[in-house]
T-cell receptor, first 114, second 111 residues
Framework: NAGVTQTPKFRVLKTGQSMTLLCAQD?????MYWYRQDPGMGLRLIHY???????AKGEVPDGYNVSRLKKQNFLLGLESAAPSQTSVYFC?????????????FGAGSRLTVL | RKEVEQDPGPFNVPEGATVAFNCTYS??????FFWYRQDCRKEPKLLMS???SGNEDGRFTAQLNRASQYISLLIRDSKLSDSATYLC????????????FGTGTKLQVIP
């Protein structure tokens, strides 16, 4: 039971570099989310997807792009990393439907931008 | 006003104590409520859902007060292993069922 898997778990970037975080889920969930968590700020939604081929902006989308080409994968890209993007990134997924509200999270990806 | 507000704590309690956390939410259209637990440097995990009539799971009791727009979590007979951050989560129905997290309340159970 892999659940939600995030790669990489840790990464250090220099300002201006680009990278992609991968989220993979094996539960056939419709909805997938990318959050960032910073001290004192709680979890903030970056982007989300309600199904394969669809993505939408969350609360803090600037500086990030996403893609959901396959139902099981949700990619988060940083085109030009900035120190303000130093954070812990969590991917989450849940089934579709009004009653299926519980999120399953990945273990997190710790990103440091120097 | 934040959509979901929690006292950040920390709440430092001795083993065996009873401790309660509250969480207030601002959107009266909120429909689903949850408590998640997050251990240091780990992902959040569902602790329990919160039902209108209140619900209990072992030492944990969750309550919902729609009139005053808050939910609560009561932990009885605290264990050292209960030390964690407790996140209040509120779902608002809509296009993607907006999920809003509180910033969390930190609990430290002391021997």
């Amino acid at each position: 039971n892999a659940g939600v898997t995030q790669t990489p778990k840790f990464r250090v970037l220099k300002t201006g570099q680009s990278m992609t975080l991968l989220c993979a889920q094996d539960m056939n969930h419709e909805y997938m989310y990318w959050y960032r968590q910073d001290p004192g700020m709680g979890l903030r939604l970056i982007h989300y997807s309600v199904g394969e081929g669809t993505t939408a902006k969350g609360e803090v989308p600037d500086g990030y792009n996403v893609s959901r080409l396959k139902k099981q994968n949700f990619l988060l890209g940083l085109e030009s990393a900035a120190p303000s993007q130093t954070s812990v990134y969590f991917c989450a997924s849940r089934p579709g439907g009004a009653g299926a509200n519980v999120l399953t999270f990945g273990a997190g990806s710790r990103l440091t931008v120097l | 006003r934040k959509e979901v507000e929690q006292d950040p704590g920390p709440f430092n309690v001795p083993e065996g104590a009873t401790v309660a956390f509250n969480c207030t939410y601002s959107n009266s259209a909120s429909q689903s409520f949850f408590w998640y637990r997050q251990d240091c440097r780990k992902e959040p995990k569902l602790l329990m859902s919160v039902y209108s009539s209140g619900n209990e799971d072992g030492r944990f009791t969750a309550q919902l007060n729609r009139a005053s727009q808050y939910i609560s979590l009561l932990i009885r007979d605290s264990k050292l292993s209960d030390s964690a951050t407790y996140l209040c989560v509120v779902n608002i129905p809509g296009g993607y069922q907006k999920v809003t997290f509180g910033t969390g309340t930190k609990l430290q159970v002391i021997p």
